[in-house]
């Protein structure tokens, strides 16, 4: 019996040691990209149960794979989390460059005296 016993806690051990961590990773198209145009993030994570998406511009996601686009021209810094449920994350960033003018219209009222 205390074979039994030492085999299955010596296996568990071994198990719970196999457990690897969590690899935040992606593929950004189209980067760089204009203003308005959708840009596709990829998750090609591994050893990962759930992602959290920071896009640089005050929007987030909780979405596997993500479709977004910016309204100002610039340079962007997308954060990816990638969660192990077991315990674990990896964190990768970014740079979405976003190329385009900044259209803004002002309308003025006009009066014909």
Known sequence: MKRVTIILSALSLIATACQKD?????????????????ITFDNISTNTDYV???????????AYNVKHYY???GTYTVTQRAYRDKGGVNVASYMVEVWGA?????????YDI
Do not use: H
């Open 22 to 38: 969590p690899y935040a990773d992606a593929i950004i198209t189209p980067n760089p990209a204009y203003v308005g145009e959708d």
């Open 52 to 62: 959290e998406w920071d896009m640089g511009d005050g929007t987030s996601s909780t």
């Open 71 to 73: 309204i100002d021209p």
């Open 102 to 110: 900044e259209l803004k219209i002002i309308a003025q009222e006009y």
